[in-house]
């Protein structure tokens, strides 16, 4: 059994570690980082292009993030949120797209805009306040909206074409939306970073243990995979960015801080259509709003999507209920997560989410045809022939102990890091917006569990150099927006009106 000492261990290549990664690289290159990863490619799970909507979360057409509340208004706080968190990616890449750290934008990035089309008098009602209130702040200002079918033929002709001339309907646009290859992200930061000095990536590896030492730092058993060798990493810091087995992980892990967490795996599938007389009529990004019941990350979308050069048009996602944490997982996933720490607060979610799991089972029974059909909302002419079923990646929610209820638990949508108190390990659970506000999350772990505890000044100025918005709210300074948004719309080549000029 070899054993090997570095100072940081990432657990996963997916979009959450080499972020990660490449964060402590540029801010201290001396640092010896491994990276390990259970299959034999880097970013197969998650992070995968087919295997998420590569979306680039900035809330300019997510319906979920802007709920309707009581009095008629909209809640725009998650928006607003997400939108300066999605920034903060964006200005990262940038940064290392003229550092040469990443390729041309091109190869992991496209202009797509984001549209929400809704139908419905009280659909069109809702969308016409949604836009009232966001566009009124610099970070959507450039939100376009029309209930004229004319001109939303323009913006999206598939989903206009033979749709009834008698019924309501109403969108918004961002012409700078994206269109985000997350896995090619991942895999281009992973090539970087093993071209650098005191990085090791090792793939094919299992972790089988995690052990806290008496000195503070952790010894993480290893099994290949390929040859049934075991082999130990002794780290001072361990980030479990496994996305769906990074539970298990924290569990094994043993912290106080990870106790009572649960998760509640949903899986998800595609209609895919390849056809090109059929993909080009639609470069768009169209959410609408998702059935009552449905989970957040069930929205309904038509998408197009670009991946390795290659165009196509998702539909959906079709929810699904499995017992895998991931793609390539196994069955027993959620039984053996199961603790006395986390039973009852699971036990409370199933009995007060019915409607969801009932959501879930009916999902899962849908034929080929009821999808299509689901998707003629949408696309009007959608024949069934022309769409193909396909597997998305796993997505494993995050259950929890509830303290604000009378409940003894609650599933929470979204993404949380768990930090021993130590700072010697961090965890990152759940999902959706997830990759798009990799650079902001892993932000959060450089600060706990580096610049807190070893006060590193010099860190902050080169985080600020690298995002020039760092320890500033982009929410409150409409000024440092335009400023960093007219550079990485720029230096990531998703301003449309400079695209125009360059094909006029």
Known sequence: MTTKSVDVLLVGAGAMSTTLGMLLKQLNPALRICMVERLSQVAHESSDGWNNAGTGHAAYCELNYTPMQADG???????????????????????????????????????????????????????????????????????????????????????????????????????????????????????????????????????????????????????????????????????????????????????????????????????????????????????????????PMSVPHLDTRIIDGQHALLFGPFAGFTTKFLKQGSFLDLPKSIRLSNITPMLSVARHNMDLTRYLISEVMQSHKSRVE???NFYPDARDEDWTLATAGQRVQVIKRDTDSERAGKLQFGTEVITAEDGSLAALLGASPGASTAVGTMLSIVETCFIERQGQQEWKAQIKAMIPSYGESLIDNPALLKQVRQRTLSVLELDPAQATAKTA
């Open 73 to 295: 208004s909209v809640d725009t706080t998650k928006a607003f949120n997400i939108n300066a968190a999605f920034e903060i990616s964006l200005q990262f890449w940038s940064w290392l797209v003229e550092q040469n750290a990443l390729p041309a934008p091109k190869q992991f990035i496209h202009a797509t805009p984001h549209m929400s089309f809704v139908w419905g008098e009280e659909n069109v009602a809702f969308l016409r306040q949604r836009h009232k209130q966001l566009s009124a702040h610099t970070a959507f200002a450039d939100m376009e909206y029309s209930e004229d079918p004319a001109v939303l033929r323009e913006w999206m002709p598939l989903v206009m074409q033979n749709r009834d001339p008698a019924e309501k309907v109403a969108a918004t646009r961002v012409r700078y939306g994206s269109d985000v290859n997350f896995g090619q992200i991942a895999r281009s930061m992973a090539k970087y970073l093993s071209e650098q000095p005191n990085f090791d990536l090792l793939m094919s590896r299992v972790v089988k243990d995690l052990d806290k030492q008496a000195d503070g730092s952790w010894n993480v058993t290893l099994k290949n995979t390929e040859t049934g060798s075991k082999e130990v990493i002794n780290s001072r810091f361990v980030f479990l960015g496994a996305g769906g087995g990074a539970l298990p992980l924290l569990q094994k892990s043993g912290i106080k801080e990870g106790a009572g967490y649960g998760g509640f795996p949903v899986s998800g599938q595609w209609l895919v259509c390849k056809k090109p007389e059929i993909v080009n009529k639609h470069l768009a990004k169209v959410y609408g709003k998702a059935p009552i019941g449905a989970p």
């Open 374 to 376: 689901s998707l003629r």
